[in-house]
């Protein structure tokens, strides 16, 4: 299921009709395709209104299966909101419309709407399908985050209504249908509905739903009982009256930074707020680091003040700035609940290091790094860093959980510091799969199936991104005309063939998708100065350089070296020396097979390398492998056009990664069909240019150009090393014959000519078979006329009568 799957019915089915929907695009779509006509007026009775919303369709999250009635327990997750605004003001709608406009959602107005008491439903999208039980608390979080956000403040709770004021004006929601199970109401055919298409609600950034005044006051009690008791089991580490410790500024940043204390940067009455906690720094050894982070963080709102200097202004209102009865230690309370976690906590624990279990010590710094988990191949931890999953080796966890000793002034020994970590990865939850429509960028992550982009999401289980900032292309953009140093650059590499030209860009998606799964590898060969470098430079600029790595033919071939490629999106062979071997390390890797992995002084183990492989060279490689192992995988893209010496751009690089986001786009609407790319590829894999590379450089496939193919077994025999030289009667002599002319010092044996023979002229279109005669088998294959550029004058004689 999509998250976006939905029940929709009219009138009260035991169990309703589910509906499929691949998009919160195609969900709204299906509400508003469901308007049917009714009138509810003032003067109706309860009763009245009640059949008269009868007639309406319905919609609600999705069960499990078909069948089921809407139950709790029968309910799937499901990734969209409902809200219903069951009262407000006009100008709470007004204060509340530029706040629906940032995010994803639907609104609508309901049957009972007036212009003096509006009352609207809101369908928002998530970030990720929520869980049946947590779908009320999401809902409430959902309600808190909006009504924040416009500057509203919880004032009551009653029979599930919810009432936030600002001013006059207030909102009303019916909290009813945050319920797993609850439904909403499509719009009837006069009421006005609006579509924005902003961000998706990051569920994972979402604060505590907020209390109304009465009962926000016993929950700070309860609080504080609990941190009471947490007190007696560690440390007094919120004792109001001891003063700032070295960590404060970073502790400070850490909370100031927090998703949902960042927005209140841009409110202004929030943001001297803060400038006021900050203050009470004032006096102390932290004044200027504090003055400068007030600063940095304004900043951070510049977007919303374009017309202000925002460093100047918090600078010139720093001066003014007095703690007037508060404390820095107020923005720790505000973001503890929103949600951050509080690194003084975890600090306060840490001081009993030396009286843990390896268990508690393995829990202590899974909470050091976050977010974490384990990945099941390797065992390997990742942590979430807001933009993907990032590996963090075994040398760095041993190195932090000394350091947590060493800061605490514990004694600890080798033993100690392995059990932890080997405990911690037994307690961590497992990495899922990367879903393979999602690339990632530094902002979000484009989806190829949905075709839109979205803020990043654990969920996604990305472990890199490309570092580019995603941005909406301008009206009328192209490559050729936006992005024209990269369009020259692709149209000499090309030679001015587009045909090429699109076939260069597919290999750059593949690179952009990190389609690894194509089993395909690239190699681009050519002379130097005809654009091979400049491929590989955009090929690391479109995978990010933190998340590509070098190498060599030889180091794929090693367990021991290949343990720089785990976690990589790209491998490359740049300026790859001669090389002729079977390929069994790229062959492995680009085919998707498990691999041994040695790293240096940690324990081996098995993984799939998932990336894609790009090999430069001068000279084409030569691989001895003829079972298409390779040949299915190899794409080769020969770059005959050298720049002369004086006429190159040294800068060429810098120039197309100011590009890089316009390129990006033009690829992405290129190959909306991911399968185009890879079909471009095979296309480019079986052309003309690329045999002629291999019959260049490869002895066996250039003597199988100079072959025909018959209809019927009756053309030449195979022959053996006993015999008289016959090159025009026989197939083993005419190959020894033409390594002799282009002066090739090894040959092979008759059985691996026999062989390789028969697999490389699959690569010609020609399958070979044979015919037994009195003097042996006969085959399917003659020389034609142009074997006479390296057959001797003796072997030139028209063909003997044994082959008429």
């Known amino acids: 299921m999509s998250g976006f799957d939905h029940l929709m019915e009219q009138g009260q089915k035991r169990t309703p009709a589910r509906f499929t929907a691949n998009s919160f695009s195609d969900l709204c779509n299906a509400i508003l395709s469901h308007r049917v006509q009714i009138s509810i007026t003032p003067e109706m009775s309860d009763e009245e209104r009640r059949k008269e919303k009868q007639k309406l369709y319905w919609f609600a999250a999705t069960t499990q299966r078909d069948g089921q009635q809407r139950k709790p327990e029968n309910m799937a997750p499901c990734a969209f909101g409902m809200l219903d605004i069951d009262g407000s003001t006009p100008g709470a709608i007004t204060a509340l419309v530029p706040v629906f406009r940032q995010y994803s959602m639907l609104v609508y107005q309901t049957a009972s709407h007036t212009a003096d008491e509006p009352r609207l439903r809101i369908v928002c999208e998530l970030s990720r399908a929520v869980e049946s039980d947590d779908r009320r608390a999401t809902g409430e979080s959902v309600e808190t ?176 700035l007095a703690p007037d009865k508060t404390s820095y230690k107020a923005i720790f309370t505000d973001a503890q609940a929103q949600g951050w976690n509080n690194p003084g906590k975890w600090r306060a624990k840490a001081a009993y290091i030396g009286d843990m279990a390896p268990s508690t010590r393995g829990e202590l710094l899974a909470q050091y790094y976050g977010n974490v988990c384990l990945k099941a191949d390797g065992n390997m931890v990742y942590r979430y860093t807001g933009q993907g999953w990032e590996h963090i080796a075994d040398a760095e966890l041993r190195r932090q959980l000394s350091q947590i000793f060493q800061d605490n002034k514990v004694p600890f020994n080798p033993n100690e510091v392995k059990s932890a970590i080997e405990a911690m990865g037994m307690l961590l939850p497992l990495m899922g ?29 990305l472990t890199s991104h490309n570092g580019v900032e995603y941005t909406q292309p301008v009206n009328g953009e192209t490559l050729k005309n936006n992005a024209p140093t990269f369009w020259r650059w692709l149209h000499h590499s090309a030679g001015g063939d587009f045909d090429k030209m699109e076939r260069i860009k597919a290999a750059l998606y593949m690179v952009l998708a990190n389609r690894y799964d194509w089993q395909l590898f690239i190699e681009i060969t050519g002379a130097g100065g005809s654009g091979k470098s400049v491929f590989t430079g955009i090929a690391r600029m479109l995978t990010g350089e933190l998340h590509a790595t070098s190498g060599t033919m030889e180091d794929m071939d090693t367990a021991r070296e290949r343990a720089s490629f785990v976690g990589k999106s790209l491998i490359t062979l740049p300026d790859q020396a001669t090389y002729t071997g079977s390929g069994p390390g790229i062959k492995a890797i680009t085919g998707g097979d498990v691999v041994r992995i040695d790293p240096k002084h940690e324990k081996p183990f098995h993984t799939v390398i998932r990336a894609v492989v790009i090999a430069t060279n001068n000279e084409p490689m030569r691989f001895t492998e003829r079972q298409g192992g390779i040949s299915r995988r190899r794409v080769i893209f020969p770059f005959n056009h050298e720049v002369p010496e004086a006429e190159r751009d040294h800068h060429l690089l810098d120039k197309i990664k100011a590009e890089l986001p316009v390129i990006v786009r033009g690829l992405l609407i290129d190959f909306k069909q991911p399968g185009k790319a890879k079909a471009l590829l095979i296309a480019q894999r079986d052309s003309a240019e690329a045999l002629q590379v291999k019959n260049d450089n490869d002895p066996m496939y250039g003597f199988c150009s100079y072959l025909l193919g018959l209809p019927n077994p009756d053309g030449m025999y ?20 033409y390594l002799e002319a282009y002066g090739y010092q090894r040959s092979p044996t008759l059985p691996k000519f026999s062989g390789d023979l028969r697999d490389t002229l699959k690569a010609f279109g020609v399958v070979l078979e044979k015919h037994p005669t009195k003097k042996g088998y006969r085959y399917n294959v003659n020389l034609s006329g142009n074997a006479q550029e390296w057959l001797g004058e003796d072997e030139l004689s028209a063909v003997p009568d044994t082959l008429q």
């Open 718 to 737: 195979m022959g053996d090393g006993r015999m008289a030289r016959e090159p025009r009667i026989y197939l083993y002599h005419a190959y020894l014959a």
């Open 433 to 461: 799969e990367t879903p393979r429509n999602l690339i990632g960028f530094a902002n979000g992550v484009y989806d190829l199936e949905a075709q839109r982009f979205r803020p990043h999401c654990p969920g996604d289980w």
């Open 145 to 320: 985050f909006l009504m924040q956000e416009a500057g509203f403040s919880f004032a009551s709770l009653a029979d599930k209504k919810a009432r936030w004021e600002n001013g006059s004006d207030y909102v009303v929601f019916d909290r009813n249908v945050y319920g797993a199970q609850s439904y909403c109401y499509c719009p009837h055919t006069d009421a006005k509905a609006q579509n924005y298409a902003g961000a998706v609600i990051d569920v994972g950034a979402l604060p505590e739903p907020a209390q109304p005044p009465a009962k926000a006051a016993k929950s700070r009690a309860k609080k504080q009982r609990q941190r009471d008791a947490a007190i007696l089991d560690i440390a007094d580490f919120g004792d109001l009256n001891a003063g700032p410790d070295n960590f404060v500024i970073a502790d400070l940043r850490s909370a100031l930074w927090f998703p949902a204390v960042l927005q209140k940067a841009w409110d202004n009455g929030a943001w001297i707020e803060q400038g006021y906690r900050l203050a009470s720094l004032k006096g102390t050894d932290f004044e200027d680091d504090a003055r400068q982070l007030w600063i940095e963080w304004s900043l951070t709102a510049a977007d919303g003040w374009p017309d202000e200097e925002l460093d100047e202004v918090a600078a010139q209102r720093w001066d003014g």
